[in-house]
């Protein structure tokens, strides 16, 4: 079994920065894919980043050109750095991974953009 643990939420100001980090532990070899859905209050849950072991990576529209995904494969470490954040962006960021879809969760980050 996958245990996924992310670490790095926050309140920031608008226009300011952080890094989420998500961490990925036993069953390693069911781990391919990894990534960050957030959700909201009021709001579904919804897609973010993802990014494969070979370095592909996806963006949703929304975050494209201010967050970027990263990956430490010897580690199974994935980080989401944040930048020009946006009140919009307040939302718990959920990390998930796993072989072909994002089948493991973590708990959750509290990420808060407000003046």
Known sequence: Q???VESGGGLVQ???????????SGGIFSINVMGWYRQAPGKAREFVATITSGGSTHYA???????????D?????????????????TA????????????????GTQVTVSS
């Open 61 to 71: 529209d929304s975050v494209k050109g201010r967050f970027t995904i990263s990956r």
């Open 14 to 24: 608008p226009g300011g920065s952080l890094r989420l980090s998500c961490a990925a």
């Open 92 to 107: 718990v960021y959920y990390c998930g991974s796993g072989l072909d879809y994002l089948a493991y969760w973590g708990q």
């Open 2 to 4: 996958v245990q996924v």
């Open 73 to 89: 494969n010897v580690k199974n470490t994935v980080y989401l750095q944040m930048n020009s954040l946006k009140p919009e962006d």
